[in-house]
């Protein structure tokens, strides 16, 4: 069994976008709804939000000491320091009803992120590349809600997560870009009554998946076969980071959007930033290059 400790009382009611900043050493992760970016420093416990300018996506190191943020309406730089968001550039032919979900960075400092629709029916969702300065399509569309992309260490590999279908994907990467995208994990088969949401890939090649209401972490082969759970205490996981000096930190954030009272009587952490010893290190996460 492995113990796994509330270390932030959030309350989100979207929580997502769990990153570690080997930098500054704290996690960041966002409130989508309550459009709130976090920071926590797991050595001292301090912890503060910034108010977005509207629905927060995510919020990744980039270079110059300044964070990158996919928000409702495009993209986003931080300055951690004033906490101050400036509009670094929109999403192009972006519907007005989507808003943007989740993203990773690659050994090249892309940027991979998804969009969706923020009434989650309609599947208007699509994933995108941030290439120094420009965006492009890349990846699988027609999607309701959009989650990942991840790479793993080697750059040699992109998933992506199609919430709704229940489904991972994964596809074949290069500097290049983005190779046939095939079937990686029905989760649908193995948690029918819970939906993958963000992803993550460990030192070792392996995804690990939040479960939207399913309570737990999953952690896959690179085959796309189960290898083991995690249980949250929190019924909607929604992203997972390794952090940490020695990235072994398990965190995971969560949701409370879609829960009733009788929901937070069952778990009252729900909301929180959950942090748990991993079996395996993740390892660090390339900053983005803005140009």
């Keep these: 069994m492995v113990e796994v400790r509330t270390v932030l009382a959030a309350e989100s009611k979207l929580g997502e976008g769990v990153l570690w900043d080997a930098d500054r050493k704290v996690v960041w992760f966002v409130d989508i709804k309550r459009h709130r970016l976090w920071h926590y420093?797991?050595?001292?416990?301090?912890n503060s939000?910034?108010?977005?300018?509207?629905?927060?996506?995510?919020?990744?190191?980039?270079?110059?000491?300044?964070?990158?943020?996919?928000?409702?309406?495009?993209?986003?730089?931080?300055?951690?320091?004033?906490?101050?968001?400036?509009?670094?550039?929109?999403v192009p032919g972006e519907p007005a009803g989507n808003r943007l979900n989740d993203a990773c960075t690659d050994p090249w400092g892309r940027v991979w992120f998804g969009s969706m629709d923020d009434s989650e029916g309609t599947a208007s969702g699509r994933f995108y590349v941030f290439d120094r300065g420009t965006i492009r399509p890349a990846g699988p569309d027609g999607i309701t809600i959009t989650n990942g992309p991840a790479v793993n260490a080697e750059g040699d590999r992109i998933y992506f997560t199609d919430t709704t279908a229940q489904r991972i994907l994964v596809?074949?990467?290069?500097?290049?870009?983005?190779?046939?995208v095939r079937p990686f994990a029905d989760t649908g088969a193995l948690f029918p009554d819970s939906y993958p949401d963000g992803p993550v890939v460990d030192a070792e090649g392996y995804v690990w998946t939040g479960l939207y209401l399913g309570g737990r972490v999953a952690r896959f082969t690179p085959d796309g076969e189960l290898d083991t759970t995690i249980d949250i205490p929190a019924r909607d996981v929604t992203k997972m980071a390794f952090g940490g000096r020695d990235l072994r930190t398990g965190y995971a954030t969560s949701a409370t959007k879609n829960m009733e009272p009788s929901d937070m009587t069952?778990?009252?952490?729900?909301g929180g930033l959950f942090a748990f010893e991993a079996p395996v290190a993740g390892f660090a996460q390339p900053k983005a290059k803005l140009g």
């Design 41 to 46: 420093d797991p050595a001292t416990g301090s």
């Design 49 to 90: 939000y910034a108010d977005a300018p509207d629905q927060i996506g995510w919020a990744i190191p980039a270079e110059g000491g300044l964070l990158l943020c996919g928000l409702k309406d495009g993209l986003y730089t931080f300055d951690s320091e004033a906490k101050r968001f400036e509009k670094l550039m929109d």
């Design 171 to 180: 596809a074949d990467l290069t500097e290049a870009g983005v190779g046939e």
């Design 266 to 270: 069952d778990y009252p952490d729900a």
